[in-house]
């Protein structure tokens, strides 16, 4: 076969169409590149959704759950007659018996031991609460605010039980004993105020 000479009309046919197909390949590998990175754009924006649906999934549990504890603790109540306040040495302290949780879709009743809360003003109204979020009873730790807000149970503070209310007595004055106050549902109140009424 004989060689093409250089400046040949074939040589250069040759040369010319062979700058044509190495520029089709690399406009093929560019435009593949292009769809590589297509791809992976598309499987990073699959996984950012799939986790963020995920994320959200995970978060929607975990509101019901609060707003399902929030619903049992709402209505449940405590023992009646459980708080007595002394004060002395200008100093308040509720003291707190050991005392049953009752929960409506329960049917036994939750123990709690006994416990106080002391460092509190004379005179003054409490509310007492503690924070159970498992429902297991037992040692709780006792807690006592001058208000209502704050010691019932809510979407912020599910799990917060209200045990009742006492007035603190004066420093040196005779102990007083508190009710069930904030701390009892509606349904509860009702029924005992048509108990009551009969």
Same mark, same amino acid.
Do not use: C
């Given at each position: 076969?004989?060689?093409? !000479?250089?400046?040949?009309?074939?040589? $250069?046919? !040759?040369?010319?169409?062979?700058?044509? *197909?190495?520029?089709?390949?690399?406009?093929?590998?560019?435009?593949?590149? %292009?769809?590589?990175?297509?791809?992976?754009?598309?499987?990073?924006?699959?996984? %950012?959704?799939?986790?963020?649906?995920?994320?959200?999934? &995970?978060?929607?549990?975990?509101?019901? %759950?609060? @707003?399902?504890?929030?619903? *049992?603790?709402?209505?449940?109540?405590?023992? /009646?007659? @459980?708080?007595?306040?002394?004060?002395?040495?200008?100093?308040?302290?509720?003291?707190?018996?050991?005392?049953?949780?009752?929960?409506?879709?329960?049917?036994?009743?939750?123990? =709690?031991? &006994?416990?106080?809360?002391?460092?509190?003003?004379?005179?003054?109204?409490? !509310?007492?609460?503690?924070?159970?979020?498992?429902?297991?009873?037992?040692?709780?730790?006792?807690?006592?605010?001058?208000?209502?807000?704050? #010691? =019932?149970? #809510?979407?912020?503070? /599910?799990?917060?039980?209200?045990? +009742? !209310?006492?007035?603190? /007595?004066?420093? +040196?004055?005779?102990?007083?004993? %508190?009710?069930?106050?904030?701390?009892? /549902?509606?349904? $509860?109140?009702?029924?005992?105020?048509?108990?009551?009424?009969?």
């Amino acid at each position: 076969m004989p060689l093409l !000479q250089p400046g040949s009309r074939s040589a $250069k046919w !040759q040369a010319r169409n062979a700058r044509v *197909q190495v520029a089709g390949v690399e406009e093929a590998v560019t435009i593949v590149s %292009g769809a590589v990175d297509a791809v992976e754009t598309a499987v990073e924006t699959a996984q %950012g959704a799939a986790s963020d649906a995920m994320d959200a999934a &995970a978060e929607a549990k975990s509101q019901v %759950g609060l @707003v399902f504890t929030f619903q *049992q603790v709402r209505d449940s109540y405590s023992d /009646p007659d @459980v708080l007595t306040a002394s004060a002395a040495g200008g100093v308040a302290t509720i003291s707190v018996a050991a005392h049953d949780r009752h929960y409506l879709n329960n049917t036994v009743a939750i123990p =709690l031991d &006994a416990g106080s809360v002391t460092g509190l003003s004379p005179e003054t109204t409490y !509310q007492v609460f503690y924070d159970d979020p498992d429902f297991e009873g037992g040692a709780v730790e006792y807690h006592a605010l001058p208000t209502i807000e704050g #010691s =019932l149970a #809510s979407l912020e503070f /599910p799990a917060r039980h209200n045990v +009742g !209310q006492v007035t603190t /007595p004066a420093s +040196g004055g005779t102990p007083s004993t %508190g009710s069930g106050g904030a701390g009892l /549902p509606y349904w $509860k109140r009702q029924y005992e105020e048509n108990v009551s009424t009969e």
